[in-house]
């Protein structure tokens, strides 16, 4: 390693300003670093600062450990598979990738929230911005990485096709194609959490946080611990993806129409159709009226959080949805969230407070159409200055028959009803109950196996 001392004189000496990278030898293995200690100088970071070069990059390489200024790994859970790859030995630990064509391809930002640590907190603003903002880096060796990229698609969705045939969507040729593909521009965005404003948002000390993370994940990141001095964490977790519908340069402008729905993952309806939830018809719906304010002249918004069931995990969810079957009188709306608890131990853990970042990332500040009846979300927006003009339920007609049990335990519970979902009061969530499946149940009859074991006996 070269001295802290060192590396200040070589900066000092150079013209930017900038030290020369250390590059540590992936032979050496070190269980975790401490601050303060010789050879740890990692590359300063002053969150919220307007001038990127001044504000930092994120380095979270392996590369430069010592210089390292945030802790885990780029890719989010995807960091494992990296590591298989180098150990399968089909990707060289040294390789740094060619970023040379991989720019955006339109512009986002930058954006006064960019400066105000207290609307951006969980993404890197700049992190689409590598290769312009941190050039000096880039020429004088520093292996950063981007954490957003931006490009372009054609999204094509069977619900689409179907509104065409219907005559609720018509075809222009520049937003929506006669064939039902629609045009849009994307963005994929991986999690970089500033640990002080993430904790203040939590209500909690950051050495709180730090702790909490570093026990819940059986100890997996100790430098939480060890490196107070180090302020950003890449979490292993699922990211985000951006799905725009007209013109983006629009987005700040609270004079044009802006439509937006920020929707969390479920594999199980956004993907294969299950019925059991409103996921997918709403996702679409959302996607459909996105096309018609682009159509407009306006700018749609689809926010897609890789949050799969409430951030409890799809086994997790599996298990609720086998208890919400089996509970006695069936899946019943009144034991909705109960069942929740009952097996995870809390409702949800989304926790909508980092959920607006995105939209601030953007520039936004005024929502004239929001695709969500969630109190939650809608409250989490609003409290961070973004205006919300109309609030859009999800039509009846789309609402899937067994997922009736989920839209009236949640208005109940406080979900914006809208006009479609007026009056459900205690009664109707008593008598609101989901498909039988004919599950085993607590006191189904038992059969002596030839073995001795018992097998449950279903009775229709």
Not at 24 to 41: E, K, Q, R
Not at 405 to 413: G, L
Request: glycine share 8%.
């Amino acid at each position: 390693h070269v001295s802290k001392k060192q590396r200040k004189e070589q900066a000092a000496a150079a013209d930017d300003g900038i030290p020369i990278p250390d590059n540590t030898p992936l032979d050496y293995v070190s269980l975790t670093s401490h601050a303060n200690t010789f050879g740890v100088d990692p590359i300063p970071i002053s969150w919220g600062h307007p001038d990127p070069l001044v504000r930092g990059p994120v380095i979270c390489t392996v590369r430069h450990s010592s210089q390292r200024n945030a802790i885990g790994a780029h890719s989010g859970s995807y960091c494992i598979y990296t590591g298989l790859a180098v150990a399968a030995g089909k990707l060289n630990p040294e390789y740094v990738p060619n970023l040379k064509l991989t720019t955006p391809v339109f512009r986002v930002g930058p954006h006064k929230s960019w400066a105000d640590p207290k609307k951006l907190a969980s993404i890197d603003p700049f992190g689409h911005l590598t290769t312009e903002c941190f050039s000096p880096y880039l020429n004088k060796g520093y292996d950063i990485r981007p954490t957003i990229a931006v490009t372009k698609a054609h999204i094509d969705l069977p619900e689409c096709r179907e509104a065409i045939a219907a005559g609720r969507l018509k075809p222009d040729g520049k937003v929506l194609m006669d064939s039902g593909q629609s045009i849009c521009s994307k963005a994929a965005i991986e999690p970089v959490w500033y640990l002080p404003e993430i904790s203040r948002r939590f209500g909690c000390a950051e050495s709180v946080l730090r702790r909490s993370i570093f026990q819940m994940t059986n100890g997996m990141y100790p430098e939480l611990i060890t490196r107070s001095d180090i302020k950003l964490f890449l979490p292993p977790i699922g990211g985000l993806t951006i799905y725009i519908w007209g013109d983006p340069d629009t987005i700040p402008d609270e004079d044009i129409e802006l439509t937006c729905r920020v929707h969390d993952e479920c594999n199980g309806s956004d993907v294969f159709g299950s019925d059991i939830c409103t996921c997918r018809p709403y996702l679409t719906h959302a996607i459909e009226e996105c096309i018609k304010t682009a159509q407009r002249g306006g700018c749609g918004i689809v926010v897609y959080f890789r949050k799969e069931g409430r951030s409890l995990g799809e086994v997790t969810k599996y298990l609720v949805y086998n208890t919400r079957k089996r509970q006695e009188g069936g899946d019943s709306a009144e034991n909705y969230f109960n069942c929740t608890e009952q097996v995870a131990g809390v409702q949800d853990t989304r926790f909508q407070a980092l959920m607006p970042d995105p939209l601030h990332w953007l520039g936004v500040t005024k929502i004239h159409n929001f695709i969500s009846m969630s109190d939650m979300k809608y409250n989490a927006i609003v409290s961070t200055g973004i205006k919300i003009v109309n609030r859009i339920e999800i039509p009846k007609e789309l609402v899937p028959s067994d997922a009736q049990v989920e839209i009236t335990a949640k208005v109940f519970h406080g979900y914006n009803a809208g006009k479609a979902y007026q009056g459900i009061d205690e009664n109707e969530l008593k008598k609101t109950v989901g498909r039988e499946y004919n599950y085993d149940k607590p006191g189904d009859k038992e059969e002596k196996n030839d073995d001795g074991t018992e097998t449950a006996v279903i009775e229709d």
